[in-house]
Nanobody
């Protein structure tokens, strides 16, 4: 069984930084893409950033230059470093990943349970 667990959310003031982590665990053969989405109250879930197995990254325009996605393949973990946070970044942040489980010849899309990020003075 495979699961994704996010951590690192919290309450910060505008302009502060925060780093989120997403750890994949279980019977994992390999991990393809990993990414972060967010969902603010009353809004649709939106893509924040993605990273491929070859470390190619992409970002939403709203976070370019402020957020950095990275991954540590030895730990099956993705990170989202966030700088210059503003109240508009307040949301539940979800991790997703395309994972090939052991003995399963296909990529399965998994989601984490989410971690709350609140930016407020």
């Amino acid at each position: 069984q495979v699961q994704l667990v996010e951590s690192g959310g919290g309450l910060v003031q505008p302009g502060w930084s925060l780093r989120l982590s997403c750890a994949a665990s279980g019977s994992i053969f390999s991990i393809s893409f990993m990414g972060w989405y967010r969902q603010a109250p009353g809004k649709q879930r939106e893509l924040v950033a993605t990273i491929t197995s070859g470390d190619r990254t992409s970002y939403a325009n709203s976070v370019k230059g402020r957020f950095t996605i990275s991954r540590d393949n030895t730990k099956n973990t993705a990170y989202l470093q966030m700088h210059s946070l503003s109240p508009e970044d307040t949301a539940v942040y979800y991790c997703d990943a395309g994972i090939i489980p052991i003995a399963t010849p296909t990529v399965i899309h998994y989601w984490g349970q989410g971690t709350q990020v609140t930016v407020s003075s």
